[in-house]
């Protein structure tokens, strides 16, 4: 198990993604509910976040909103790596608190793919490191118990329910509001 909240984070490759972003990155300020991408459209950048949080959603039909995944300060937010494809992607972004976020385009870095092999080799690595951090949790779902999983979130981010709303951290636990109410209320009381 990784310290960092995202594992992905733990990847030799974020060096280079962190370096590149603030050579050449875009400040850009982000309200609370901003999106940084749409899903449907391809995503125009990716971003080191100074500061603030944002959150990753699918809707389904209905329009309910589903918490794939949480984004801190010092992390990085991107549809990576379909952007790098233009494909268009299949989630949103959007900010849950005021972000600074330096950002490069993901247009320009589609024209240096074909040229530049360390930026290549970075994709690569990357995408490995995003791929390993998304299994993780797909596999978590169906292996670890709402308790378990809720354990594991709180031990790598212990601010996490003054960052996310309550209705934010259930849904990317994939459990009720309520059923999280319960989960704090009994560990509140051990």
């Known amino acids: 198990m990784t310290d960092n909240f995202n594992s992905y984070l ?7 993604w ?12 982000y309200d609370k509910g901003d999106y940084f991408f749409t899903e449907g459209e391809v995503a125009r950048y990716i ?8 959150k990753y959603v699918a809707f389904s039909e209905d329009g309910t909103e589903h918490v794939l995944g949480l984004e801190f300060t010092d992390g990085f ?13 299949r989630t949103s972004v ?18 240096r793919l074909e040229n530049d092999a360390m930026l290549k080799d970075t994709v690569m690595k990357s ?3 995003v791929f390993s951090t998304v299994y993780n949790r797909y596999k978590a779902l169906y292996s670890k118990s709402p308790r378990e999983r809720y354990d594991e979130l709180i031990s790598r981010h212990h ?11 259930a849904s990317f636990l994939n459990i009720t509001p309520t059923h999280l109410s319960r989960l704090r209320k ?4 051990v």
């Open 10 to 16: 733990e990847s030799e490759a974020v060096n280079y």
């Open 18 to 29: 962190r370096d590149l972003c603030f050579r050449e990155g875009e400040l850009r300020h």
């Open 47 to 54: 971003g080191f976040i100074k500061s603030g949080t944002l």
């Open 77 to 89: 937010v991107a549809d990576f790596p379909f952007s790098l494809s233009g494909i268009k992607a």
């Open 94 to 111: 959007i900010a849950t608190s005021p972000c600074d976020i330096l950002c490069i385009s993901t247009r320009s870095l589609m024209e």
């Open 127 to 129: 995408t490995e490191a």
């Open 159 to 169: 601010d996490l329910f003054q960052l996310f709303s309550l209705k934010d951290i």
């Open 186 to 189: 009994n560990l509140e009381g």
